[in-house]
């Protein structure tokens, strides 16, 4: 039973367009965060947020865009979306009294292709 | 600069003998190790974690072990069964920074 959701599951969607891609948790956890995962590639942080109104960019530079203006709710998105896009995206939360043991929570992930 | 390396992209296994899967860091700040197991278009899923004080943490037929003086740590799975063909991350924890940062995974096939 997923408490963290991720829409739409796929997305192909044509160069130039706007997309933003939704992710929404029902845990109450604090913080979220959006990986961005080639096939066989390790999970690379695009962004994060430690709480409403509070966003950082992660390690990986990213032309997408988050905002968080409530707990639940952390949408990604991409002003102009580029063939370079296309990659699984993946949505995860966490609580911060809890996250050393059990880690983050992650949502199914969106599949981008962008043509 | 990879903190977190996985060698073996790549591992198969007959049902029902051990998986042993390995993981290699390079962080000293890193204090808790956790491993996720993600299956395709799926995101990962948390399987079990191991805090630094410890050197081993054992859930069901899943253990952990850690050797920190050798920055290494292993996950068997015993017996392995073929739902648990999977790519499995490692995934330590840098308290500071208060962040996950992932290997690249294996591939764990079982063969029936």
């Known amino acids: 039973e997923a408490d963290i959701y991720q829409t739409p599951r796929y997305l192909v969607i044509g160069t130039g367009k706007k997309i933003t891609l939704e992710c929404s948790q029902t845990?109450?956890?604090?913080?979220m965060y959006w990986y961005q995962q080639d096939p066989g590639m390790e999970l690379h942080l695009i962004h994060y947020?430690?709480?409403?109104?509070?966003?950082e960019k992660g390690d990986l530079s990213s032309e997408s865009t988050v905002s968080r203006i409530r707990t639940e709710h952390f949408p990604l998105t991409l002003e102009s979306a580029r063939p370079s896009h296309t990659s699984q995206y993946l949505c995860a939360s966490s609580d911060s009294d809890r996250e050393f043991h059990y880690g983050y929570t992650f949502g199914s992930g969106t599949r981008l292709t962008v043509v | 600069d990879q903190q977190v390396k996985q060698n073996s992209p790549s591992l198969s296994v007959q049902e029902g003998r051990i998986s042993i899967l390995n993981c290699d860091y390079t962080?000293?700040?890193?204090?808790?190790f956790l491993w996720y197991k993600k299956y395709p278009a799926e995101g990962p899923t948390f399987l079990i974690s191991?805090?630094?004080?410890?050197d081993k943490n054992e859930d069901g037929r899943f253990t952990v072990f850690l050797n920190k003086s050798a920055k290494h740590l292993s996950l068997h799975i015993v017996p392995s069964q073929p739902g648990d063909s999977a790519v499995y991350f490692c995934?330590?924890?840098?308290?500071?920074?208060?962040?996950?940062?992932f290997g690249s995974g294996t591939q764990l096939t079982v063969l029936p």
């Open positions: 995934a330590p924890i840098d308290v500071s920074a208060r962040q996950l940062t």
């Open positions: 962080n000293s700040m890193f204090d808790y």
């Open positions: 947020s430690y709480g409403v109104n509070s966003t």
């Open positions: 191991i805090s630094s004080i410890k």
């Open positions: 845990m109450g956890h604090d913080k």
